[in-house]
């Protein structure tokens, strides 16, 4: 259960999604029962079977800022990938950088002819460091005119759209990668979800590296994630609340926001408005304190989020339904098809 292998599967290319379908909500759903162990095949149109009135639908509401750059470093006009992270102090942004081995502390690193500057300040371990930002205006407005949407690497193909890397609820930029479980809901979904008596919730946290880096070390135990920011408003906790008071159902989009929602509970003891940074690792033997229902995208092999989502289902349970998945050519990773774990 603790073995890092234990949560490896083959998978063939064919099945890793390039490309985000023309309709989000046409995607297939596997339905996975935990109580009878049966899965069934629909597509995420029905997902509104399996949400009752007084439930409630918590999302994660982060946009992915377009946060690889392509500069220069100014001494010796070497060309050099950088992947903004997260901001770690004003104006100071942990970033991964290609190649790390030429950007030393005092390494600045130009971009749009001067635009943006990046000035090293700290270097770390596994290709990151720490820069200075030096530019003038609103950062947003400068990654949006130099920056690109920072795919995973194993999207190959060109997003001719670079909205459909945004959940259609994004709202606060922060995220160097998308909250991909909810990229398969449409506005029209969602307002026929509601108008069924399902509340809809919001939380913010933004998706940092680690949380799709696979695991490297052998005993999961021993893996440190990186943190992540996360903050929820007290009009949020109140619908959540309620809801969980009156015995009706947390439904989770994504794992997110599952370790959003817990680590509040595990900090607090309840759910109250607050902010701050979490490294939860969630994997099984975990108890869980307020999700009652998960809806999660098929993960890559040996990541922490197969683990998250065989802790809540059970490891054996979510390899059955993998191997299903696989058999019937779902769809795989962030454009790929969705579950929903009842």
């Given at each position: 259960?603790?073995?890092?292998?234990?949560?490896?599967?083959?998978?063939?290319?064919?099945?890793?999604?390039?490309?985000?379908?023309?309709?989000?909500?046409?995607?297939?759903?596997?339905?996975l029962n935990r109580k009878d162990k049966s899965i069934k095949h629909k597509y995420f149109t029905d997902i509104i079977e399996?949400?009752?009135?007084?439930?409630?639908?918590?999302?994660?509401?982060?946009?992915?800022?377009?946060?690889?750059?392509?500069?220069?470093?100014?001494?010796t006009q070497a060309n050099v990938e950088v992947?903004?992270?997260?901001?770690?102090?004003?104006?100071i942004w942990q970033c991964l950088?290609?190649?790390a081995k030429r950007i030393k502390e005092g390494t600045i690193v130009s971009f749009g002819d001067g635009k943006l500057e990046m000035e090293c300040v700290r270097t770390?371990?596994?290709?990151?460091?720490?820069?200075?930002?030096?530019y003038n205006g609103v950062l947003l407005e400068r990654l949006e005119e130099l920056g690109t949407m920072p795919l995973p690497p194993y999207i190959k193909e060109k997003l001719d759209n670079q909205?459909?890397?945004?959940?259609?609820?994004?709202?606060?930029?922060?995220?160097a990668a998308a909250p991909t479980a909810g990229l398969h809901f449409t506005i029209e979904l969602l307002e026929q979800i509601e108008a069924k008596g399902i509340k809809i919730a919001y939380v913010t946290l933004h998706v940092g590296l680690g949380t799709f880096r696979p695991v490297s070390v052998t005993n999961i135990k021993e893996h440190q994630m990186h943190s992540e920011f996360y903050s929820i408003d007290i009009n949020d906790v109140k619908i959540i609340n309620e809801a969980k008071e009156k015995g009706n159902k947390v439904i989770s989009v994504g794992t997110t926001t599952t370790r959003t929602l817990e680590t509040i509970m595990n900090k607090h003891g309840k759910l109250i408005?607050?902010?701050?940074?979490?490294?939860?690792?969630?994997?099984?033997?975990?108890?869980f304190k307020i999700v009652d229902v998960q809806i999660t995208n098929f993960h890559l092999p040996k990541s922490t989020l197969m683990?998250?989502?065989?802790?809540?289902?059970?490891?054996?349970?979510?390899?059955?339904?993998?191997?299903?998945?696989?058999?019937?050519?779902?769809?795989?990773f962030s454009f790929g098809d969705s579950m929903i774990i009842l």
């Open positions: 259960m603790y073995s890092t292998d234990d949560y490896d599967f083959e998978l063939d290319d064919s099945l890793i999604a390039q490309t985000p379908l023309e309709k989000r909500d046409t995607s297939k759903l596997l339905v399996y949400l009752n009135e007084g439930d409630v639908l918590v999302l994660n509401n982060s946009r992915v800022l377009p946060a690889r750059l392509f500069g220069i470093k100014k001494d992947l903004m992270l997260k901001e770690v102090n004003d104006n950088c290609k190649p770390l371990d596994e290709g990151i460091r720490e820069f200075k930002l030096i909205e459909r890397y945004q959940t259609v609820y994004s709202k606060n930029s922060g995220s408005e607050c902010y701050g940074n979490t490294d939860i690792f969630i994997y099984p033997g975990y108890e683990m998250l989502v065989s802790a809540f289902a059970t490891k054996d349970l979510i390899m059955s339904a993998y191997n299903e998945a696989i058999k019937e050519r779902y769809r795989f």
